[in-house]
């Protein structure tokens, strides 16, 4: 017997995947800690969810909805869909792995952008088959790009729109001519985790898309707007075959019962997401011109962070930057892995966390912000 067969080996290509690695949480000695590298709301959840998931705790002993009927119906209704295309997932992450377990296997390539979330990789590589990175442009999901690099081997396209770590977005018209350009098998998933806070008119989550085709899919997640990061939700909406195929090889359970409550009760709160909304909407624009101000460059965010870019000068690299703000209590998010070594994000945070960000910046820079 060799020495490889005297323990457990992962299938060929597990031990090549970097592990996901979160946004930092801590600040070692620092009193007032702000974790803005998540993209977290700084809002927290409808008081009304919180009223449900504190009532969820009655029947612990319970197991949950197998197949969360409350929640499916709470999306359906709050976005006019038929319940029946919607299925649920312990955060919208569950669903891209069951996306790529379904429909990937060895020798198969899944598209994936530049700078696109990390768990896409992740998991096409998780299900044996082989991430076909194409570049963006101007920090933009380029579709030219994604169609030129489809081959045989094509089997799904992973795009987050807004892209994170970006905040950049491309409109519905280029969506349609992705999906139009793209084989009928290939399943072209729309990761819209940050859709509730685009305020522009040329975009669309992709409701339209999906419902007028065979091979596109949304996710959703109640980790942003909705203040539910903790308790995992997400939700994808999708064809009846391809919700089918994902309902055979999930948990039977996947969803717990509390969060379920939870998110039912958020998305009917929907004046609560408007406040939200809102409160980003105005900070996004004071973070970019004052950080902008301060002599930095940012990417023009629609979602609830910024891509803050620092000048290749000793001293004042985005490293030097990151050491700085975590010694005030602002905690960034490093994006390396992203393709950014020079820049920060930023997630809008409560109004003294950004107001201190601006501030601290701008020292940083050596001008007044
Ligand atoms: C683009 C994108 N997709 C999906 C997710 C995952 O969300 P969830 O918490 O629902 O798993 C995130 C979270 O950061 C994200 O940025």
Redesign the pocket.
Known sequence: MSVEMMKPVPRPGILDIAAYVPGKEHAPGVARVYKLS??ETPLGASPKAIEAFKAAAGNLERYPDGQAHELREAIASVHGLNPANILC????????GLLCHVYLGAGDEGIITEH??L?YKIQIMGAGATPVVVKEKDHTVDVDAILAAVTDKTKIVFI?N????TGTYIPVTEIRRLQAGLPKHVVLVL?A??AEYVRRNDYEAGIEVVSSNANVVM??????VYGL?AL???WMYAPAEIIDALNRVRGPFNMNAPAIAAGAAAIRDQPFVQQAVSFNQMWIEKLTSALEGVGLKVTPSVANFVLIHFPDTDGRRAADADEFLTSRGYILRAVRGYGFPNSLRMSVGPEEANRGVIEALGEFMGRKA
């Open positions: 998540s993209n997932g312990n955060g919208s992450d569950e669903l891209l696109g979330f768990v987050a807004p892209g994170n770590p990761d985790a940050y996710t959703r997640t109640f980790s942003k990061a995992r939700v997400g």
